[in-house]
């Protein structure tokens, strides 16, 4: 047997054993993204391929104003969007989920942790950034929304 054909063998035998023991590789591409909002207690989960990756709070529709509950997968993500609606308002590191609804960065900072907004998920600015750069990384069709009472 030539040294290559030794190499070969092991690295099947190595091959067969990770199989049998059940281990599975994930790429990024294939990771799962989920971001669930508790609109009860105004905060946001967000789990990457299972396991916890933060806990931040929110600010969902104050009263008068709705936050669409379900679940969603991201249509579209914007670095910076201005709201036609409201003012020009900025939107940073939009994603939006349902219609004009959409999960963002805000500067009313002290609003987090309890309703103050028309109906968007509003989260402290590097929050939204890191969670707009997690929905890039894995992309939308891999991230899922899910709003609770």
Not at 9 to 29: D, F, M, N, P, Q
Not at 56 to 85: E, L
Not at 106 to 114: A, Q, V, W
Request: hydrophobic share 35%; aromatic share 12%.
């Amino acid at each position: 047997m030539t040294m290559y054909s030794v190499t070969l063998k092991r690295l099947a035998a190595y091959a067969a054993a990770i199989l049998i023991s059940g281990a599975v590789w994930t790429s990024a591409a294939n990771a799962n993204v989920s971001v669930r909002i508790d609109i009860s207690k105004q905060t946001m989960t967000v789990d990457v391929d299972g396991d916890r990756y933060a806990t931040w709070k929110v600010s969902t529709a104050r009263s008068g104003y709705y936050t669409p509950r379900g679940s969603f997968k991201p249509y579209v993500i914007k670095k910076m969007h201005y709201s036609r609606k409201y003012d020009n308002s900025p939107m940073p590191h939009s994603i939006f989920f349902r219609g004009g609804y959409a999960i963002h960065g805000t500067n009313y900072l002290k609003s987090l942790g309890r309703p103050a907004s028309h109906g968007c998920i509003r989260l402290a600015p590097g929050n939204a950034r890191e969670l707009y750069g997690l929905v890039r990384q894995y992309g939308m069709k891999s991230t899922r929304i899910t709003i609770t009472n």
